[in-house]
C-alpha cells in the first residue's frame, strides 16, 4: 500500500469542486487517510514546491495558492502515486486527457485544481509538512479486499 498527497487549489474551492474530486478519488478504489483545511502561506508554497521557487511565474502562483484556503488530504492504495497523477491528468488542462480531472474541469495551467504527489519520497515530504503521524488514520476498509489483484484469495 502506498500513500500520496493531494491538494484542492483555491480554484477548486471557488468553484466548489470539492465533493467531485473527492468522488473521483474514492471511485478509482483509494481510501482517505486525513484531511486538513488549512490557509497557506508564501513560506508554505515555497516548501511544497521548491522545484518552481526561480520561475518567473512563481510569485503568480504564490498569490494564487494564498487566495482562500485549500483542502490538504492523504489517500492510500495500490500504486497510488501514479494512480492519482494519472487521475488529475496533465499539469495543464489544455493538454490534459478527457476523462482526466483536469482534462474534465479546467482550463488554465495557473488554475489546474488539484496538486498531487509525482514521486513516494515526494509524497512523503508532502504528507510530513502538512500532517503529524497522529493526524493519519490507520483503519481497514472492508472493500479493500475486492481492490486486489485476486479478490478471491
Ligand atoms: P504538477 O502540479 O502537475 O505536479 P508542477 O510542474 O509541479 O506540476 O507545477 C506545480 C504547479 O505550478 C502546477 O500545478 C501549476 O499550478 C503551476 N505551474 C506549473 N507550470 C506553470 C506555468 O508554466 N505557468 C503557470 N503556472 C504553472
Ligand atoms: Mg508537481
Known sequence: ???????????????????????????KGLQLRAVKMEQLDES???????????????????????????????????????????LLGSTDPQKAETGTIRGDMALAVGANLV??????????REIELFFSPGELCNYE???NIWLREEPWQ
Open 141 to 143: 476498509k472492508s472493500t
Open 44 to 86: 508554505m508554497v515555497k516548501k511544497l514546491y521548491p522545484h518552481l521557487k526561480n520561475k518567473e511565474f512563481f510569485p503568480r502562483l504564490v498569490n494564487f495558492m494564498v487566495a482562500t484556503p485549500v483542502l490538504a488530504m492523504v489517500w492510500r492504495g495500490e500504486g497510488a502515486v501514479l494512480a492519482t497523477r494519472k
Open 1 to 27: 500500500m502506498e500513500d500520496t498527497f493531494i491538494l484542492i487549489k483555491p480554484d477548486g474551492i471557488q468553484r466548489s469542486m470539492v465533493g467531485r474530486i473527492i468522488q473521483r478519488l474514492e471511485e
Open 115 to 124: 496538486h498531487c504527489s509525482d514521486a513516494p519520497e515526494n509524497a512523503a
